[in-house]
């Protein structure tokens, strides 16, 4: 049974920073890709964010040079940086990884950027 839990949202004003965490069950994230999505009220999950078993990673457009994926393995744990955040990047994120043709989500974590 694979699990992904997220943690580390909250509230913070534009420009501040956080941590998201995701720890999975049930799988090894040393040997997938890893993405973080997230969904803004009335939209559609989006792609944040991918890192591979070799840690290369990739970025939306809207979010490089700001955030960053990064994984330990140790732990079989995944987080995602968020800095200088804008109003515009408040969502629900999610971790998420595909198995065996079987996508993986955890519950999500709210984020939201406002003053």
């Known amino acids: 049974q694979v699990q992904l839990v997220e943690s580390g949202g909250g509230l913070v004003q534009p420009g501040g920073s956080l941590r998201l965490s995701c720890v999975a069950s049930?799988?090894?994230?040393?040997?997938?890709?890893i993405r973080w999505y997230r969904r803004a009220p009335g939209k559609e999950r989006d792609l944040v964010a991918v890192?591979?078993?070799?840690?290369?990673?990739d970025y939306a457009g809207s979010v490089k040079g700001r955030f960053t994926i990064s994984r330990d393995n140790a732990k079989n744990m995944v987080y995602l940086q968020m800095n200088s955040l804008k109003p515009e990047d408040t969502a629900v994120y999610y971790c998420n990884v595909l198995l065996y043709g079987k996508n993986y989500w955890g519950q999500g974590t709210q984020v939201t950027v406002s003053s």
């Open positions: 049930g799988t090894r994230f040393s040997d997938n890709f």
């Open positions: 890192i591979n078993s070799a840690g290369t990673t």
